[in-house]
């Protein structure tokens, strides 16, 4: 099951400037991991040190927010992740 994660500018750096990475899965996690088993330096930015989804990544699936299922959220093959990080401040 191909799916395609894409990711914000502000991450590519992690992952050799790749805009999109091409994994497979049946859930948001399970890409991910692929994705961190790629790329590991993206582990540290994406997910917390309990494996929980960062606070300041934002994660959707074909246009629509994965929140509240976040890392359990199913995908299909020929779906579209995009991972934005929240911009805070004050």
Known sequence: MSVKIN???SLRHLTNDQAVVEVNGNTVGQCLEQLITRF???RKRLLEKNGAL???IDIYV???SAYPEGLDTAVRDGDELHIE????GG
């Open 62 to 64: 074909n246009g629509e």
């Open 85 to 88: 990080v929240i911009i805070s």
């Open 7 to 9: 990711l914000a500018s």
């Open 54 to 56: 960062s606070r300041i």
């Open 40 to 42: 590991p330096k993206t």
